[in-house]
């Protein structure tokens, strides 16, 4: 997918989840062996799986991929980060080593865990065993005072994450989870919520990882400057060129690969939720595919997933990233799909229902 026609066409493959199914699914909701609604979101995710597979009950997704994109950022040029660009890469040598907390946590859900190079602007040490090398450029520009990225930069990196999630999908996965890495890679987040939510800078900027009061304010006069630049009419291609980042461009390719090929994709922080909205603004039919793993404690977050109708799992304070929210919610989606399959009903039970 390197041309406008092929992302027109992958956008164009995305149909809505079935309302059919989704309503076979409430009424089997509700003659299993409990109270209705007594399991709460857990009965909520089990009928959004049967709408997605079109089939009720739904299967088990019991193999789940952590697809992890990777990508710097020209904008920490402008101060708002105390950390080094450098420590991308590093992260990206311990996510290929299984040391970091997405590898930790994606093993306690059985999870595997798919780790993409899309953007990142130095060497990666070591080996890095199993990194999918798919660099499109070595970070973006400074969004501080110029585009981020080309459009065709930014159209070859939703299509790495396209890629990314049909070869996880013909390799068996049957749920996937968004991972990222990249310093600095808030600011764009916040950019981009600001931009296709209406929100104000100051509203969608967070603390990233622990700044201090000026540099928040430095990261909102950068943001602001930033939108500044956008047309009115920017397209959510142009908006995501203009203030985004490779690895959010990438994630913002694989929600839409997921929605394409009807599997659910189950959405970390802020900086997969801030993918999601582009998505959702490209094709807004991906929606019904996506599940809030957690709500971060990064603002936008919040606001990101209120704009696209998402309720999280998960509220654990978290503001990690590279998917371990995500990781976290997996077995409770698994959950939510065997209950429907596994549990028995009122009459097949010969349990007594609630009087009228």
Known sequence: MTTTESL?????????????????????????????GSLGQIESIGIQLAAIAR????????????????????????????????VTAQMVA???????????????????VTVVD?????????DAAG????????????????????????????????DVAREAILAGAMLLATGDMGIGNTTPSAALLAALTGTSPGEVTGRGTGIDDATWRR???????????????????????????????ALAGLVLGAASARVPVVIDGVIAVAAATVAAAMAPAVTGYLIG?????EPGATVGLAHLG????????????????????????????????EMATFESAGVSEREA
């Open 219 to 249: 990261k909102v006069e950068v943001i602001t400057g930033a939108l500044a630049r956008l047309a009115p009419e920017a397209t959510p291609l142009a908006v995501l060129a203009e203030v985004g980042g490779l690895e959010i461009a």
């Open 55 to 86: 089939a009720c009950p739904p299967p088990v997704p019991e193999r789940a991929t952590v697809c992890v994109f990777a990508g710097d950022h020209g904008v920490t040029r402008a101060g708002v980060t105390p950390w080094p660009s450098e």
């Open 293 to 297: 793993g957690h709500r971060s404690s």
């Open 310 to 341: 998402v309720t999280p799992l998960l509220d654990l304070g978290l503001r990690l990233g590279e998917g371990s929210g995500a990781a976290l919610a997996i077995p409770l989606v698994q959950a939510a799909a065997r209950i429907m399959a």
């Open 131 to 162: 990194l999918v090398r798919r660099n499109v450029a070595p970070g973006t520009a400074n969004l501080a005072v110029e585009a981020a990225m080309t459009i065709e930069q930014a159209r070859a990196a939703i299509a790495v994450g396209a």
């Open 8 to 36: 027109a066409d992958l956008i164009a493959s995305i149909v809505p989840v079935d309302d059919a199914s989704a309503q076979e699914a409430r009424e089997l909701q509700d003659r299993l062996t409990k109270p209705a």
């Open 94 to 112: 311990n996510f290929c080593a299984g040391g970091a907390a997405i590898n930790v946590l994606a093993r306690h859900a059985g999870a595997a």
């Open 118 to 126: 899309v953007g990142v602007a130095t060497p990666i040490p070591g």
